[in-house]
């Protein structure tokens, strides 16, 4: 009987150290080899595991999202009806973006390789489509009478003020840390309650 498969193992391992590398020198000094240094494995066996450095980044993009599915879109999923609108109010404006963590670093560098990198970019696509579905799915629960079109219209925008809040957090803008960007939120609601 051979050994047991360390992949899971050692590819949990490779992906925090890719955190950990896109933390510290951003994506362009991310490489294979500060990936083996930080997670304590040779170069070779980060490759065998998780392939070259695009491979790398596809694989992470996936690792990380997939954590953030479920803690967002798999809580509201799981929710009673009513109860999906505070939970996505709370991670937008609050919980979830802000305060900005060492998270927000390595996603703005995942952003900034999809922009270059097909393959990145229909990860990621593929993820913020389902978180918006997930808020979407949230106001229709809340918003029966509105229109599906409405709906997504409020759902885009909710999902856009808590990404472009979370980049002026960064940036140390003082008013991000505070409640406006919630009070824009909700005249977005109430729009979706007058004009449903």
Known sequence: MGRPSMAAERTEQIMQATARCLQKHGLAGTTLERVAEESGLSRSHVRHYVGNRDDLLQKFANWL??????????????????????IVMDYLFSTGFLPISDDDTVIRELITAGIADERIRVVMQTHYTQAIQ???????????????GARRAVAYGLWCLAMGNSMMAELQLPVASGGLVRAAAESLLERLSRHG
């Open 134 to 148: 997930s808020v979407e799915d949230a106001l229709a629960a809340e918003h029966p009478e509105a229109s599906p």
């Open 65 to 86: 999202y997939s954590g953030y599915e479920a803690e967002f879109i798999g809580r509201i999923a799981g929710a009673d009806g009513r109860d999906k609108l505070p």
